[in-house]
């Protein structure tokens, strides 16, 4: 049964840096492209960085290109969000999914405040 | 980027009647590979999204025959044949075409 499991969300001042994780179980991450997609409270998806298959090449979202960092680690499993410079728009639940999003997390909440 | 607006925004359904959502994308979906990458996803309350329809029509596993996608192009729509308590949500429209991938606002269905 394919899993993914986020963690690493929480509060952060503006201007800091967290960064997530998502273990995978079930498949081998290599093998899919994988994405972040975040959900701002009561609003709509927005897919922030997503990596192909193999890790060659990597997609940002504008509003965060040079500040977040997409990445996998294959020993572990688990994919990454390296976040850094947070604002207050980013506060959101961040969501792993796989391929064009057949499966999903539970979310990981991360809030950017003072 | 690709605009995707959806129609409507909210819509009140009748248990066991049909019900339809509309999403138009600001371009073209169909890739150079002669792909449409479109999808369609519901998010029941408190729950993460749940992949329903992809490349246009093709219903994942697990997902009842009551939902079916249709379209082309620009114009797809996500029709339930009979409305069931387990499908109020929010339904979410999806391309995957050309980067950045985006949604739709989301349409929230109820009864």
């Known amino acids: 049964e394919v899993q993914l499991v986020e963690s690493g969300g929480g509060l952060v001042q503006p201007g800091g840096s967290l960064r997530l994780s998502c273990a995978a179980s079930g498949f081998t991450l290599s093998s899919s492209w994988m994405s972040w997609v975040r959900q701002a409270p009561g609003k709509g998806l927005e897919c922030v960085a997503t990596?192909?298959?193999?890790?060659?090449?990597?997609y940002y979202v504008d509003s965060v290109k040079g500040r977040f960092t997409i990445s996998i680690d294959n020993a572990e499993n688990s994919l990454y969000l390296q976040m850094n410079s947070l604002r207050a728009e980013d506060t959101a639940v961040y969501y792993c999914?796989?391929?064009?999003?057949?499966?999903w997390g539970q979310g990981t909440l991360v809030t950017v405040s003072s | 980027d690709v605009v995707m607006t959806q129609s409507p925004l909210s819509l009140p359904v009748t248990l066991g009647q049909p019900a339809s959502i509309s999403c138009r994308s600001s371009?073209?979906?169909?890739?150079?590979?002669?792909?449409?990458?479109f999808n369609w996803f519901q998010q029941r309350p408190g729950q993460s999204p749940r992949r329903l329809i992809y490349k246009v029509f093709n219903r994942d596993s697990g997902v009842p025959d009551r939902f079916s996608g249709s379209g082309s192009g620009t114009d797809f729509t996500l029709k339930i044949s009979r409305v069931e308590t387990e499908d109020v949500g929010v339904y979410f429209c999806m391309q995957h075409t050309h980067w950045p991938w985006t949604f739709g606002q989301g349409t929230k269905v109820e009864i």
């Open positions: 999914a796989r391929g064009s999003g057949i499966s």
């Open positions: 371009q073209s979906l169909v890739h150079s590979d002669g792909n449409t990458y």
């Open positions: 990596i192909k298959q193999g890790g060659s090449d990597k």
